[in-house]
Nanobody
Protein backbone atom coordinates (compact mmCIF):
# COMPACT_ATOMS: atom_id res chain seq x y z
CA UNK A 1 0.00 0.00 0.00
CA UNK A 2 1.16 3.53 -0.72
CA UNK A 3 0.37 6.34 1.69
CA UNK A 4 0.15 10.05 0.95
CA UNK A 5 -0.07 12.44 3.88
CA UNK A 6 -1.29 16.00 3.56
CA UNK A 7 -2.77 18.86 5.55
CA UNK A 8 0.25 20.15 7.40
CA UNK A 9 1.06 23.81 7.64
CA UNK A 10 1.89 26.79 9.78
CA UNK A 11 -0.53 27.54 12.60
CA UNK A 12 -0.59 29.72 15.67
CA UNK A 13 -0.63 28.10 19.08
CA UNK A 14 -4.16 27.22 20.08
CA UNK A 15 -5.18 26.63 16.51
CA UNK A 16 -6.21 23.47 14.68
CA UNK A 17 -5.15 21.39 11.74
CA UNK A 18 -6.58 18.29 10.12
CA UNK A 19 -4.13 15.87 8.60
CA UNK A 20 -5.20 13.36 5.99
CA UNK A 21 -3.52 10.21 4.75
CA UNK A 22 -4.79 8.67 1.54
CA UNK A 23 -3.95 5.05 0.80
CA UNK A 24 -3.78 3.30 -2.52
CA UNK A 25 -5.27 -0.10 -3.21
CA UNK A 26 -8.45 -1.91 -2.26
CA UNK A 27 -7.30 -3.44 1.03
CA UNK A 28 -7.16 -0.33 3.20
CA UNK A 29 -9.68 -1.81 5.62
CA UNK A 30 -7.30 -4.66 6.45
CA UNK A 31 -4.59 -2.35 7.85
CA UNK A 32 -4.27 -0.95 11.31
CA UNK A 33 -3.34 2.70 10.92
CA UNK A 34 -1.26 5.08 12.97
CA UNK A 35 0.20 8.55 13.11
CA UNK A 36 3.72 9.31 14.29
CA UNK A 37 5.77 12.48 14.44
CA UNK A 38 9.41 13.41 14.43
CA UNK A 39 10.85 16.71 15.56
CA UNK A 40 14.36 17.82 14.58
CA UNK A 41 16.99 15.96 16.56
CA UNK A 42 14.46 13.64 18.15
CA UNK A 43 13.32 10.09 17.56
CA UNK A 44 10.09 9.30 15.81
CA UNK A 45 7.31 9.10 18.37
CA UNK A 46 3.86 7.60 18.44
CA UNK A 47 0.87 9.93 18.28
CA UNK A 48 -2.27 7.86 17.67
CA UNK A 49 -3.52 4.55 16.29
CA UNK A 50 -6.83 3.21 15.05
CA UNK A 51 -8.22 -0.27 14.52
CA UNK A 52 -9.45 -1.79 11.26
CA UNK A 53 -13.04 -0.69 11.75
CA UNK A 54 -12.22 2.51 13.60
CA UNK A 55 -13.91 1.34 16.78
CA UNK A 56 -10.71 1.33 18.83
CA UNK A 57 -8.27 4.20 19.13
CA UNK A 58 -5.14 4.76 21.16
CA UNK A 59 -3.27 7.98 21.90
CA UNK A 60 0.02 9.11 23.28
CA UNK A 61 -0.37 11.06 26.50
CA UNK A 62 0.70 14.21 24.67
CA UNK A 63 -2.22 13.82 22.25
CA UNK A 64 -5.00 12.77 24.58
CA UNK A 65 -7.84 15.25 24.76
CA UNK A 66 -6.50 17.34 21.89
CA UNK A 67 -6.07 15.01 18.91
CA UNK A 68 -8.58 12.66 17.30
CA UNK A 69 -7.76 9.88 14.88
CA UNK A 70 -10.45 8.58 12.55
CA UNK A 71 -10.74 6.66 9.32
CA UNK A 72 -13.05 6.35 6.37
CA UNK A 73 -12.55 2.96 4.78
CA UNK A 74 -14.79 3.86 1.85
CA UNK A 75 -12.38 6.69 1.02
CA UNK A 76 -9.20 4.81 1.93
CA UNK A 77 -8.26 7.67 4.22
CA UNK A 78 -7.19 8.14 7.82
CA UNK A 79 -7.37 11.51 9.53
CA UNK A 80 -5.76 13.24 12.48
CA UNK A 81 -7.70 16.19 13.84
CA UNK A 82 -5.40 18.30 15.96
CA UNK A 83 -6.83 20.97 18.24
CA UNK A 84 -5.29 23.28 20.83
CA UNK A 85 -1.95 22.99 19.12
CA UNK A 86 1.21 23.86 21.02
CA UNK A 87 4.68 24.83 19.79
CA UNK A 88 5.93 21.45 21.06
CA UNK A 89 3.66 19.76 18.50
CA UNK A 90 5.94 21.08 15.76
CA UNK A 91 7.24 18.10 13.81
CA UNK A 92 6.96 16.14 10.60
CA UNK A 93 3.90 13.94 10.91
CA UNK A 94 3.84 10.50 9.29
CA UNK A 95 0.99 8.11 8.71
CA UNK A 96 1.69 4.40 8.81
CA UNK A 97 -0.08 1.13 8.03
CA UNK A 98 0.29 -2.21 9.76
CA UNK A 99 -0.47 -5.52 8.03
CA UNK A 100 0.10 -7.46 11.22
CA UNK A 101 -1.77 -5.51 13.84
CA UNK A 102 -5.30 -4.26 13.37
CA UNK A 103 -6.25 -3.68 16.97
CA UNK A 104 -5.46 0.01 17.05
CA UNK A 105 -3.31 -0.51 20.14
CA UNK A 106 0.19 -0.75 18.68
CA UNK A 107 2.50 2.17 19.17
CA UNK A 108 5.97 1.09 18.11
CA UNK A 109 7.28 2.15 14.69
CA UNK A 110 8.47 -1.45 14.28
CA UNK A 111 4.85 -2.64 14.27
CA UNK A 112 4.08 -0.72 11.09
CA UNK A 113 4.98 -1.88 7.61
CA UNK A 114 4.26 1.06 5.33
CA UNK A 115 4.93 4.75 5.77
CA UNK A 116 3.83 7.93 4.09
CA UNK A 117 6.24 10.68 3.14
CA UNK A 118 5.38 12.99 6.03
CA UNK A 119 3.78 16.41 6.28
CA UNK A 120 5.27 19.33 8.19
CA UNK A 121 3.35 20.89 11.06
CA UNK A 122 4.75 24.09 12.53
CA UNK A 123 3.11 25.75 15.52
CA UNK A 124 4.26 29.24 16.51
CA UNK A 125 3.54 31.12 19.68
Amino acid sequence: VQLQASGGGLVQAGGSLRLSCAASGRTFGTYGMGWFRQAPGKEREFVAAISLSGSTTNYADSAKGRFTISRDNAKNTVYLQMNSLKPEDTAVYYCAASRRYGSGRVSRPYDYDYWGQGTQVTVYS
